[in-house]
């Protein structure tokens, strides 16, 4: 059992398709099939599920968790080595659901530490939770909760999401809506796991309603396009709102408390974050999110930070 075989078995369980993790490994699927084969004899039972689709079974799902863990350690060895050695601050690499708001922090901080690499990484708060506990992300921003134990946090901003419609739209004059009275609404959403997405499922949930999806995709940053355009509407959060002046939308409230969205902060609890990490997360701590400038609340009131 060696390290590569073990980095193609996390590429075959995170895709769970042959092909395309072959495609993904730059080796050929015969070769990665039987890489995984061997594997599984040396463990003594099979991974994965394969009648039909390749699915990891209860065996593999414990197994990857090992593996995630102790490829994080290594690579977490390695880079804190380097930093020893005098190799530099190194690479610091956040992961996010959206950058669109991102350009401000990140900008500040390449000024302030123009030696430190940053690794973006767009995924959803599941793909952040997976990532955070294999050591493969050092910072996550989320708009929605990501369990995984040993992590800290700090909340950046707390904030409205309101309803965008086009001009003109019939609701384009209203002060508020309920969510029953948009039934019937085309809207414009990101895909099933982008917390946009969970916030107008769970409250259509709430009123035993189902949304009337028309167009969904990654690209939440292009929602409030879409919209302006008249395909449809669509559920926008204040921090979004603010740099959309331009669009032709009208912005309506919704009648539900729960219409909020919390951005935070997370990272790995104690020792283990490397310098240029911890540099990053005070900055993006330290930025007000509200102004879209430094000079936030930070991290003085999080434990164990200071």
Known sequence: MDLHTLTQFLAVARLEHLSRAARELRVAQPSLSRSVARLEAELGTPLFERGGRLRLNEAGHLFRGYVERALGELEAGRRAVAEATGEGLGTVRLASETFLAFSGPLAAFKRAHPGVEIELHQLTAVE????????????????????????????????????AVPLGHPLAGRASVGVEELADQPFIAARPGHWQRRLLDRLFAGQGLV?????????????????????????V??????????????????????????????????????????????????????????????????????
Not at 139 to 151: F, H, K, N, R, Y
Not at 219 to 230: C, K, Q, R, Y
Not at 257 to 284: F, K, N, Q
């Open 128 to 163: 952040m939770a997976r990532q955070l506990r294999a050591q493969d992300v050092d910072l996550a921003v989320a708009s929605q909760p990501i369990a995984v134990e040993g992590l800290e946090s700090v909340r950046l901003l707390d904030e409205e999401v309101g309803l």
């Open 211 to 235: 949304p009337r999806i028309v167009c969904e995709g990654d690209e939440a940053g292009a929602i409030a396009e879409l919209i302006s355009a008249g395909l449809g509407i669509g559920l």
């Open 237 to 306: 959060p204040a921090l979004a709102r603010r740099t959309a002046t331009r669009l032709p939308l009208a912005w309506v409230d919704v009648d539900s408390p729960d219409c909020r969205r919390a951005l935070t902060l997370h990272w790995p609890l104690g020792e283990r974050l490397p310098t240029a990490a911890r540099l990053l997360r005070d900055a993006v701590a330290d930025w007000d999110w509200t102004t879209g400038e430094a000079g936030g609340p930070g991290l003085a009131g999080v434990p164990g930070v200071f």
